[in-house]
């Protein structure tokens, strides 16, 4: 399990969805970055792109829900 939790990272009018979307995202620009520079990663995407969010070192368009 991931930490820290999503309810942590984002606000209460933020769409949980949008939110996996912009991780998904970031995640996948982790891994060709990566792969452009010849790095090996040491932890997976997915948990880099969690924490990037988590510090506010990444913000994507994640919106109100019905927005």
């Known amino acids: 399990m991931l930490r820290p939790a ?3 990272i ?10 996996v979307i ?3 995202k970031r995640a996948r620009e982790i891994v060709n970055e ?3 520079t ?3 990663l040491e932890e997976k995407p ?5 924490e990037e969010f988590a510090a506010g070192r ?3 368009t ?3 829900m019905g927005e």
Do not use: C, H, P, W
């Open 46 to 50: 997915v948990k880099l792109a969690v």
């Open 22 to 24: 912009e991780v998904a």
């Open 38 to 40: 010849g790095a090996v």
């Open 58 to 60: 990444a913000r994507g």
């Open 10 to 19: 984002i606000k209460k009018d933020e769409s949980n969805y949008a939110f």
């Open 6 to 8: 999503m309810s942590q």
């Open 62 to 64: 994640v919106k109100a």
């Open 34 to 36: 990566a792969e452009e």
